[in-house]
C-alpha cells in the first residue's frame, strides 16, 4: 500500500512539473483583470435589483 501511495505522489509531480502548461504572469493578471471588472458589474447589478426590490416593497407596504 505504501510503494502504491509513493509511486501516485511521484506521478503526481511528473505530471504537473512537466506535462502542465502554466499560464504565464500577463495572462493571469489579464485574467485577473477581467474575473474583478466581472465581480464588480455583477455586484452593481444585484445592488439595483435590491435598491428597486426595496422601493417597491416599500411602495406596496405603506400603501
Sequence with gaps: MFKSIV???KDS????AHKTTWPTRQELTHT???VLIASIVIALVVF?????FDSLMKFVYSA
Design 13 to 16: 509531480y511528473e505530471e504537473l
Design 7 to 9: 509511486t501516485y505522489c
Design 32 to 34: 485577473a483583470i477581467v
Design 48 to 52: 439595483c435589483m435590491d435598491t428597486v
